[in-house]
């Protein structure tokens, strides 16, 4: 056994290895917090007007999302605020007509133009059936060859992009496309001004005349807004919703840029924002509106999957079964008519086959004359006459015995034939 001297070593030894291995783990690691985009969670991933639907009401206001076709079938009271985040390639013309019905009687409409679309002689195609009554389009400026002085602010914005670029440092004023926001006084408080991010390469076109635009925003690359008053209600066209998704509306001025388009004069009932203008998959909405049903089948299925490669029983032979002689047929056919009663009819039967085997060997024999016919198979086959009548005699029933003393007797006939 070890002595107390040789214990006490031991235990300064592991503290002295103790207190390496600490020094060591205290000079090579450290504690470090790193954040770590993981993007949007849950339903903000499907949702993109989910952080808009806060915003408005944490600002007081109704706000209410409806998707689908639905939306447009059953439109809200006038007092409301529609916002259309889609390129409404569902909603036809007389779906367009009601809504445009609705703006007239004093709704508030907000959507973006579609895109252009042009034919081989470079004239526009406005396929959109709301829109296309006030000639609004969008078009991407980038590659518009169309409008020659458009081209020339194009490039002379581009132009004093690249002189800025050159002149100032880069870290310290970014690019038109990522950072070059368009600012622009609101309608109702010309004094204040907002900063929105338009997306650069998309303007608004309107080839009617402008006189019935309420408000215009603009700057020298394009026109990015455009009001027009339709009776008593209006219609706000963008270049794209898209400022007011999850992850732009914390930029800028956008959140306040909405807030201000929803809560305009006599609109101030609630907000209906539609980021879907289909009926969702199958699939969607009956896990949406049926998920107990749903998750049941589920279940269901999953009990199936593990039921399904056990075996009942032991395996059945799959050697085919050896097919039956036609004798057995005829002779259970045979017992089946013995045991109903019908042995006059197989007797029939028997006598029939015989009669016309005679009429084949001996035509002059006929069944007819029954006396010439027993008297003629008398002198061919030597069997008396009154064997061959009794053996040829129609009856409605016999019994065992007799049945089987006419049958011999009929088998003898047809062997001396």
């Known amino acids: 056994m070890m002595n107390n001297s040789g214990q006490v070593l031991l235990y300064i030894i592991l503290l002295l290895i103790s207190l390496a291995t600490a020094n060591w783990f205290y000079n090579n690691f450290e ?22 639907e806060f915003f408005l009401r944490k600002m007081g206001i109704n706000v209410q999302q ?46 973006e133009a579609r895109n252009i679309e042009r034919d081989e002689d470079g004239n526009s195609i406005i396929d959109d059936p709301l829109l296309e009554p006030f000639m609004i389009f969008s078009e991407d400026t980038s590659t518009c060859e169309c409008n020659d002085e458009k081209s020339q602010d194009t490039d002379a914005f581009l132009e004093n992009s690249l002189e800025n670029e050159m002149k100032e440092d ?13 600012v622009f006084s609101l309608n109702s408080s010309p004094s204040t001004e907002v900063e929105v991010n338009f997306p650069y ?10 006189a019935d635009i309420s408000w215009l925003v603009k700057d020298d690359v394009g026109q990015y807004l455009i009001q027009l008053p339709l009776e008593q209600g209006l219609i706000t066209v963008l270049t794209s919703t898209s400022i007011f998704n999850n992850d732009s509306i914390a930029d800028h ?17 609630g907000v209906w ?44 032979n799959d050697a085919s079964m050896a097919r039956r002689s036609l004798m057995e047929h005829v002779q259970a056919s045979g017992y089946y008519r013995w045991h109903n009663d019908q042995s006059g009819q197989l007797l029939a039967k028997v006598q029939d086959s015989l009669w016309n085997k005679i009429q084949k060997i001996h ?44 049958i011999r007797m009929l088998e003898a006939i047809r062997k001396h034939l």
């Open 363 to 406: 035509p002059d024999i006929r069944r007819e004359n029954h006396k010439q016919a027993y008297v003629k198979l008398e002198d061919i086959t030597g069997i008396k006459e009154s064997l061959i009548e009794q053996a040829l005699m129609v009856v409605d029933r016999v019994n065992e015995q007799e049945f089987v003393k006419r």
């Open 66 to 111: 409806v998707n689908g076709l639905v939306a447009f079938r059953n439109l809200p009271s006038s007092q409301h605020t529609l916002l259309i985040a889609t390129q409404r390639e569902t909603l036809n013309k007389e779906l367009s007509q009601k809504l445009l019905t609705w703006v007239r009687s004093g709704g508030h409409l907000i959507v």
């Open 170 to 182: 880069s870290d310290d004023k970014s690019s038109k496309e990522e950072d070059s926001p368009v």
């Open 253 to 269: 001025d956008h959140a306040r840029f909405l807030h201000h388009l929803v809560q305009q004069p006599r609109h101030d009932m």
């Open 31 to 52: 504690w470090v917090n790193e954040e770590k985009e993981v993007g949007f969670q849950g339903i903000a991933k499907t949702n993109k007007l989910l952080a808009s």
């Open 201 to 210: 390469d998309i303007s608004l076109e309107k080839e009617t005349s402008k």
């Open 273 to 316: 924002l539609i980021r879907v203008d289909d009926m969702p998959p199958l699939w969607e909405w009956l896990w949406k509106n049926a998920w107990n049903a749903m998750f049941a089948l589920s279940l269901l299925f999953l009990l199936w999957l593990w039921r399904a490669p056990l075996r009942f029983g032991p395996q059945l």
